[in-house]
């Protein structure tokens, strides 16, 4: 007797647990499914939220926006065009901060292209070289090949940057252009014009007392192409002051 009614107890205890563990299994069944149903509704909510600010211009709500959908629902591309948002406004940093600055194989052409302009604009050259490089690979073309030669005398890599000033001047077709913010007014000049001004300064680089004659030559063969480009005065004016002090010194009784 005592016996059955012990096993009896046991049996109503096993049950009662179940019966627990069936209610906490359905009230996490239905939250997760609120949530579920709550997670769409927002997500619902910044996607019309993100359609709105681009419809009235609102940059930071359109930021807002797309950190939002990137935090509820995030993916790839959801990234990259946050990145690339923030790379059109200047905020380089959180583009890269946004996006990262490692090299990978399956990164979209956006994601190259805010990497590369981005850790051009923070100063970084070694480290954009490589994503223009990808940009160039994908899609050769003048523009990129400017940067490339543009980058490459910055790190004093001339013969990477005569193989892309050479491309430049064979493509650069007659309506492209390229702007420069030296003035208060930013002007533009062909990119042929440009691309002979980086030659002159690859030229004088190469041995800035030997070839200072050769690139003032290059400078007033482009002048007379872009007469406007004043940036070739500027450069000009400086080589000159440099020849200049070179033969006065030169000039000097030596002791």
Do not use: C, W
Not at 40 to 54: G, N
Not at 89 to 115: F, H, R
Not at 126 to 142: C, P, S, T, V
């Amino acid at each position: 007797m005592l016996i059955f009614f012990s096993f009896s107890n046991s049996k109503l205890k096993f049950i009662e647990m179940m019966k627990r563990l069936v209610v906490m299994v359905l009230f996490f069944a239905g939250a997760f499914q609120l949530s579920a149903q709550n997670n769409s509704d927002l997500v619902k909510h910044y996607e019309a939220y993100y359609k709105q600010m681009k419809v009235q211009g609102d940059v930071q709500g359109i930021i807002n926006g797309m950190t939002h959908l990137n935090v509820l629902a995030p993916s790839q591309a959801r990234k990259d065009t946050l990145a690339y948002i923030y790379m059109s406004e200047g905020k380089y940093m959180q583009a890269l901060n946004t996006i990262g600055v490692e090299k990978s194989t399956t990164d979209s052409d956006i994601a190259v292209e805010v990497k590369a302009v981005s850790l051009k604009a923070v100063k970084q050259p070694k480290l954009a070289i490589g994503f223009f490089e990808e940009m160039f690979k994908r899609n050769a073309n003048a523009l990129i090949a400017y940067e490339l030669a543009e980058l490459n005398l910055q790190t004093q890599q001339f013969t990477e940057a005569d193989k892309h000033i050479t491309y430049g001047l064979a493509n650069a077709k007659d309506d492209m252009t390229k702007a420069f913010y030296e003035t208060q007014t930013p002007y533009q000049v062909s990119l042929k014009a440009a691309f002979n001004y980086l030659n002159a300064l690859s030229v004088y680089n190469k041995d800035t007392k030997a070839n200072i004659d050769a690139a003032v030559d290059i400078l007033d063969a482009t002048l007379k192409m872009a007469p406007n480009f004043n940036l070739i005065q500027l450069t000009k004016s400086e080589l000159l002051r440099q020849k200049q002090a070179m033969q006065a010194q030169e000039s000097q009784p030596k002791n």
